[in-house]
């Protein structure tokens, strides 16, 4: 699975990290999203692919 | 029930084209859902996001294209049909057929209702050019057009909507009022707190604020509007005028169907209306079994969770639905969010940042309890906050009541 983040879509809403913390962050500054680990191993997949769901600003794209 | 074992082979009907109704699609196909799937949208356009049509797309910042949901790519991938610019008009619940304006009757073993909102609108502006609404991309784009061409808006509204439509086109070189019964902007939403915040921002970049008073209609000449009337009798001159006063579930549609509608197609707290027939997005009020109270939320982040929850249950799991509400609202430089619930008459406690620097975030508690988290240009510190609302989650029903 290959992560990225668009960071000019990314509002900040933290929904990400909400729902996979070990891959996704927010700066302290803005609150915009960035990514712990573009590459995450096979059980936080499901996590990851829900943070897509989620995200309210679509800024997260998966390659499976 | 199982579509998946359906023999009919009709598989899965979302009436609605915008974003609850393709999260839903899409979570089906995510879910291992392999059967018809057929989408149905009353406007022209594919999938389109709303958030930015306030801002972005009004500004002009973004093409339209930008507020696509989905590339054309990604939509051939999901295998739908999509059958657009042909609105719904009815919805026979047990033979779950839906017959649509242009004379279709689309028959499936499982209907979601995505059919949105439809804005208020006031007395006579239907017979006034110049006045506008804000929900579809087309509105978006016929205010954009009129703004360009114009030098006064009033804002009728000062709601989220009204309150980021107001910074937009005052970025875009415009003379603009906002008017509107509250006090301050969002005083419903966010409390007299922080709606006084808002407004002190509106005033200090130059929108005019004229708020605390009703507005009693609109005057034109010619078929044109030139103004709005206040209660007070004060006449505020425009150009253009948009009314964002806010929107009623898209639910006339369903009116002969037999299905309970009441603020909200009345779904329980699996989003099932009847048999077969589930309710998403803006238009779907159903019962959040930890809270104990009938919801329905007008936000895109509640778009998406509550279509995963549907397509899951479309496919015969058993999952209640029961999300955190999110929102958020973006306003000249202030990104306001809020996670959980702010009541009316809620004790407000600053507990990060400063009121004076706007960056804070505020803790929001009824009867001593939390209910909601708001941050203002604090997103990741208002977000390390969400966590104190979740706990709170099962205490919050006095406070929605």
Not at chain 2, 291 to 320: C, F, H, K
Request: aromatic share 4%; hydrophobic share 45%; glycine share 10%.
């Amino acid at each position: 699975m290959k992560v990225t983040i668009d960071q000019d879509r990314c509002v900040a809403s933290g929904q990400c990290v909400v729902a996979a913390a070990e891959v996704f962050d927010q700066r302290d500054e803005d609150g915009v999203a960035v990514l712990l680990n573009p590459d995450p191993p096979a059980e936080q997949a499901a996590d990851v692919r829900h943070a897509a769901v989620v995200c309210p600003a679509l800024a997260i794209h998966i390659e499976e | 029930m199982n579509v998946i074992a359906n023999e009919d082979g009709c598989g899965v009907l979302v009436v609605g084209a915008s974003a609850a109704g393709l999260a839903t699609a899409e979570a089906l196909r995510r879910k291992g859902y392999r059967g018809g799937l057929t989408v149905l949208g009353a406007e022209p356009h594919l999938p389109y996001d709303r958030p930015p049509l306030s801002k972005q797309v009004l500004s002009g910042a973004w093409d339209p294209e930008r507020a696509h949901l989905r590339p054309q790519a990604a939509l051939s991938a999901l295998d739908a049909e999509f059958v657009l610019a042909d609105p719904a008009v009815g919805l026979d619940p047990a033979a779950r057929t839906v017959h649509t304006a242009s004379g279709r009757a689309l028959r499936a073993d499982a209907v979601v209702v995505a059919t949105g909102l439809r804005p208020r609108t006031l007395p006579g502006q239907a017979d006034l050019a110049g006045v506008h609404v804000l929900r579809t991309l087309d509105d978006a784009l016929a205010l954009r057009a009129d703004l360009l061409a114009s030098s006064r808006l009033v804002v009728v509204g000062e709601g989220v909507l009204g309150a980021e439509i107001a910074a937009t086109a005052h970025g875009m070189g415009l003379e603009v009022t906002m008017a509107g019964p509250q006090p301050a902007p969002m005083t419903s939403q966010v409390g007299p707190l922080v709606a006084g915040l808002l407004a002190e921002l509106h005033t200090e970049r130059g929108v005019r604020l004229r708020l605390g008073a009703g507005v009693s209609r609109l005057s034109g000449h010619r078929g044109k509007v030139t103004g709005v009337c206040l209660d007070t009798g004060e006449v505020l001159p425009a150009d253009v005028v948009v009314v964002a006063i806010g929107a009623d579930p898209a639910t006339g549609w369903l009116a002969s169907s037999g299905l309970r509608t009441d603020n909200g197609l009345v779904c329980d707290s699996r989003c099932r209306a009847a048999e077969g027939i589930y309710a998403v997005g803006d238009v779907a009020r159903w019962h959040h079994d930890r809270l104990g109270v009938s919801l329905r939320l007008e936000n895109r982040t509640n778009a998406m969770e509550q279509a995963d929850t549907v397509a899951a249950n479309i496919l015969g799991d058993d999952q209640p639905y029961r999300p955190v509400p999110y929102f958020w609202t973006d306003q000249f430089d202030a990104r306001i969010q809020v996670h959980g619930v702010l009541p009316a008459g809620a004790e407000v406690t600053v507990t990060d940042g400063d009121l004076a620097s706007r960056r804070f975030v505020a803790l929001y508690r009824h009867d001593g309890r939390v209910t909601g988290v708001l941050g203002w240009n604090m997103p990741k510190q208002t977000r390390l906050r969400r966590q104190e609302v979740v706990d709170a989650l099962p205490d919050l029903a006095p406070a929605l009541r």
